[in-house]
């Protein structure tokens, strides 16, 4: 079975360019979260979505960043315009309701 | 400027010997809880959850007490392996909230 397949798996790009992230959540799944890891912060919820609809974005750090799921089976995540300090690994996950969420390997990100 | 990052517990064991991760979660509210692996470059693997009115679970080599008392998680892992060396992490949150909040880790390492 394929599991949450985020795209790309590593990204370089220099600050103030745009940036997104991708996710195809598990088939059937209907919670999908987006996560920040880094060093000084540990694994953060930036943004979760319930059938496609944003449930809570608190985590969201600034407008800078945007996350959009326009259909049950994609979502971006998007930073513009992208700062160093974005540098971190991204990760998506998935869950049926409000069960075991299943993380994808990563897009390990590095602004310049 | 020198950056400071999270320090994490670290816990080293040999081979063939039996693992204890400890976790102090935050929330008396917090009803589920789950334990996370997380090996170099991937994404967070589930391992094993519990719900707050049972006290202890099984899995293969692994078990997770919850002492809600305290409210204290731990993962205890039989005959560990050298692929168990990881990071573990626990994580809390109340059934139909659908968020997880995540501690901050403690890394396992395994001499062969």
């Known amino acids: 079975d394929a599991g949450v397949i985020q795209s790309p798996r590593h990204e370089v790009t220099e600050m103030g360019q745009e940036v997104t992230l991708r996710c195809k959540p598990i088939?059937?799944?209907?919670?999908l979260f987006w996560y920040r890891q880094t060093m000084m912060r540990g694994l953060e919820l930036l943004i979760y979505?319930?059938?496609?609809?944003?449930?809570?974005d608190s985590g969201m750090p600034e407008d800078r960043f945007s996350a959009k799921m326009p259909n049950a089976s994609f979502s971006t995540l998007k930073i513009q315009p992208s700062e160093p300090r974005d540098s971190a690994v991204y990760f998506c996950?998935?869950?049926?309701?409000?069960?075991?969420?299943?993380f994808g390997a990563g897009t390990r990100l590095s602004v310049l | 400027g020198e950056s400071v990052g999270l320090h994490l517990p670290t816990l080293s064991v040999q081979e063939g010997d039996n693992s204890i991760i400890n976790c102090a979660y935050s929330?008396?509210?917090?009803?589920?809880f789950i334990w996370y692996k997380q090996e170099s470059g991937k994404g967070p693997q589930f391992i094993i959850d519990?719900?707050?009115?049972?006290d202890k679970r099984q899995g293969q080599r692994v078990t997770v007490l919850l002492n809600k008392t305290v409210k204290h998680l731990s993962l205890q892992i039989a005959a560990t392996q050298p692929g168990d060396s990881a990071v573990y992490f626990c994580?809390?949150?109340?059934?139909?909230?659908?968020?997880?909040?995540f501690g901050q880790g403690t890394i396992l390492t395994v001499h062969p």
């Open positions: 996950a998935s869950s049926l309701q409000e069960n075991i969420q299943y």
């Open positions: 088939s059937g799944h209907d919670y």
């Open positions: 979505f319930n059938n496609n609809v944003p449930i809570d």
């Open positions: 929330n008396s509210a917090s009803d589920y």
């Open positions: 519990i719900r707050s009115n049972m």
């Open positions: 994580a809390e949150t109340y059934l139909r909230y659908g968020k997880l909040t």
